[in-house]
């Protein structure tokens, strides 16, 4: 199989605790936090965020490079960007923005702009154009059409290719290099499948030349923003044009945790041509429900919601913050936005130990989302699993048959069970209850 990135990270993160210094992927410090703030040599005690403090390798000298990029800002893709005709021959209608609208409810996911129920497997598409639209209107940014040019000259040494990209727009360029780790085999009849990995060795290193992402005041620095800002799409281009590389652009895989699962959701979403995007302890604005959210923090519980994630770091654009105290006038929510990945596949794995990832917002949001995939017929294809005993981005080995039924299947094309979709309930002081937020019947579209 085509890059081990994922999976070797998956690995290597298993920890052992000790009580006297928090081990590599450890917790040392946070909001409540009051066991371990000191790392093993080797290791530096780094703030991801308010809540959470990790053990990340290196030195107390050392940068530890942020996430690869802001991708929720403006992912680019023109996927979503044209409507289809519906099941009324007429041209599918988006807006950005809809006044007027109040709402203080997880939304039907199957009702037009305009309140109209769709039918059809057909009206589905146009209505996820609708969803798209108003994401990118409300938080995300716009996309933008791909660039003029890109070149990419493919090396393999071993088993270790580079993919040296360049994209020019304008008279402008920026040039970035993806190292991709290739597993010994036989090679498919297609091509190998791909696994980007955000934040991995399938992504540019340093992150910090792409795009930083330490806080509010990194907007602007990097690659990212230099010329065209998306990475994601402009690997999957510039494989497309590189046959040399042998990859499979029909069988890719993106992933990461955390921040980075945030990242790879909105890269999952907006490009049609990945077929696999695997969550892993994305938390808020990940596989979480704004209202959900703020419900949660309302019973009580310490968690992050749309109010406190904006003034943290720089994921959504500028204009999310108009919102993120009035949340009747948003006229979408997480759920919709996971089910723009429907009928691909989306797995995504959350941990109950951290109140911050918000247990029962993420559980609520995904049991909302398995809806859409219901009905489409397809409701295998999006996993969940929720558990706990374990650090935060540390990996179960309990969790790898799950992981791999879904490679197998959507990399592979084997014939496998996907129908994991599974909680532990430990949700902290707050109860989810799917008959007060979920009042819609599911329909069958055809």
Not at 174 to 201: K, M, Q, Y
Request: hydrophobic residues 40%.
């Amino acid at each position: 199989m085509k890059s081990a990135t994922y999976l070797a990270t998956l690995i290597a993160v298993l920890p052992a605790y000790v009580n006297a210094q928090a081990q590599e992927w450890r917790q040392c410090g946070g909001i409540g936090w009051a066991r371990a703030t000191t790392c093993i040599s080797g290791t530096v005690c780094t703030v991801l965020n308010p809540y959470y403090s990790q053990c990340l390798p290196g030195t107390a000298t050392t940068v530890v490079p942020p996430p690869p990029s802001t991708t929720v800002l403006s992912l680019t893709s023109s996927a979503l960007s044209t409507g289809p005709t519906g099941t009324s021959s007429m041209m599918c209608s988006v807006a950005s923005t809809i006044s007027g609208f109040n709402n203080v409810e997880l939304l039907n996911p199957f009702i037009f702009n305009d309140g109209t129920p769709m039918q059809t497997k057909d009206d589905f598409t146009c209505r996820q154009q609708q969803i798209s639209a108003l994401i990118q209107g409300y938080e995300a940014g716009a996309l933008r059409s791909p660039p003029q040019s890109i070149s990419a000259p493919f090396s393999k040494s071993g088993s270790t290719g580079t993919l040296s990209i360049t994209v020019t727009n304008a008279g402008q360029s920026i040039s970035f290099a993806l190292t991709i780790s290739f597993l010994s085999g036989t090679l498919l009849a297609n091509g190998w499948p791909l696994v980007i990995a955000f934040e991995g060795s399938s992504i540019p290193i340093p992150a910090d030349d792409m795009a930083q992402q330490t806080d509010t005041t990194s907007r602007g620095k990097g690659l990212f923003y230099n010329l065209y800002n998306s990475n994601v799409s402009r690997i999957i281009d510039a494989l497309k044009q590189t046959p040399s590389a042998q990859i499979n652009t029909q069988c890719l895989a993106v992933t990461g945790c955390s921040h980075d699962g945030k990242s790879t959701l909105m890269a999952g979403v907006l490009k049609l041509c990945i077929a696999l995007t695997i969550l892993q302890e994305s938390g808020s604005g990940g596989d979480t429900c704004w209202w959900l959210s703020k419900y949660e923090s309302d019973t009580g519980n310490n968690v992050q919601t749309a109010t406190e994630i904006v003034t943290e770091n720089i994921w959504f654009s500028t204009n999310f913050a108009n919102y993120v105290n009035n949340l009747p006038v948003l006229s979408y929510d997480y759920h919709m936005l996971m089910g723009l990945v429907a009928p691909r596949a989306l797995v995504s794995f959350e941990n109950t130990d951290y109140n911050w990832l918000l247990p029962m917002s993420a559980w609520g949001c995904v049991t909302a989302t398995h809806t859409i995939f219901s009905a489409l017929g397809v409701s295998d294809n999006y996993s969940f699993a929720q558990i706990g005993g374990h650090a935060h981005c540390a990996w179960l080995s309990s969790l790898m048959p799950n992981l791999n039924a879904f490679f197998n299947k959507f990399l592979l094309d084997q014939n496998v069970n996907t129908s994991v979709f599974l909680t532990n309930n430990q949700f902290g002081g707050a109860q989810w209850m799917q008959s007060n937020w979920i009042n819609w019947t599911t329909p069958t579209l055809t």
